[in-house]
């Protein structure tokens, strides 16, 4: 009997085929995760800069709309990259808006603990750096 070398490509377990409608599901599903994340992030970040813009002596009508700016974009960017990534486009095509992404997500960051930082909280600027954490009142 002969056993397969480590380079083969047969796989240990038998391969199954994934119809078209699981891959579709599967791509629903990540899509939706994506969005819902992207969401509860908008969410939390919205009262943080709105507190860091009145902080800052902002006007307190244009305060509530920086965040917004920036959690849009990456927003749009994650779904956009998303939607490029399943139609095929190439990583390399997809690096500007990644990069982009990053450096937006990075703002988002910044301006979320940049609030606790200017008050001495470090301990919270560490908590809210964690948008799943979002403290009480």
């Given at each position: 009997?002969?056993?397969?070398?480590?380079?083969?490509?047969?796989?240990?377990?038998?391969?199954?085929?994934?119809?078209?409608?699981?891959?579709?599901?599967?791509?629903?599903?990540?899509?939706?995760?994506?969005?819902?994340?992207?969401?509860?992030?908008?969410?939390?970040?919205?009262?943080?800069?709105?507190?860091?813009?009145?902080?800052?002596?902002?006007?307190?009508?244009?305060?509530?709309?920086?965040?917004p700016a920036v959690d849009l974009s990456v927003?749009?960017?994650?779904?956009?990259?998303?939607?490029?990534?399943?139609?095929?486009?190439?990583?390399?095509?997809?690096?500007?808006?990644?990069?982009?992404?990053?450096f937006s997500g990075l703002a988002t960051l910044?301006?979320?603990?940049?609030?606790?930082?200017a008050g001495g909280l470090y301990g919270k600027?560490?908590?809210?750096?964690?948008?799943?954490?979002?403290?009480?009142?």
């Amino acid at each position: 009997m002969q056993t397969p070398s480590p380079d083969s490509d047969s796989p240990s377990l038998p391969a199954r085929r994934v119809s078209v409608s699981e891959e579709a599901f599967t791509q629903r599903i990540v899509t939706a995760t994506m969005l819902t994340i992207a969401a509860l992030t908008f969410a939390f970040s919205f009262g943080n800069v709105w507190s860091l813009g009145l902080r800052l002596g902002v006007a307190p009508w244009l305060a509530p709309l920086i965040g917004p700016a920036v959690d849009l974009s990456v927003i749009g960017l994650i779904v956009g990259v998303r939607h490029l990534a399943l139609c095929g486009v190439r990583a390399a095509e997809l690096r500007p808006a990644r990069l982009l992404l990053a450096f937006s997500g990075l703002a988002t960051l910044a301006l979320n603990i940049a609030e606790p930082i200017a008050g001495g909280l470090y301990g919270k600027a560490a908590f809210e750096a964690s948008p799943h954490s979002r403290p009480g009142p």
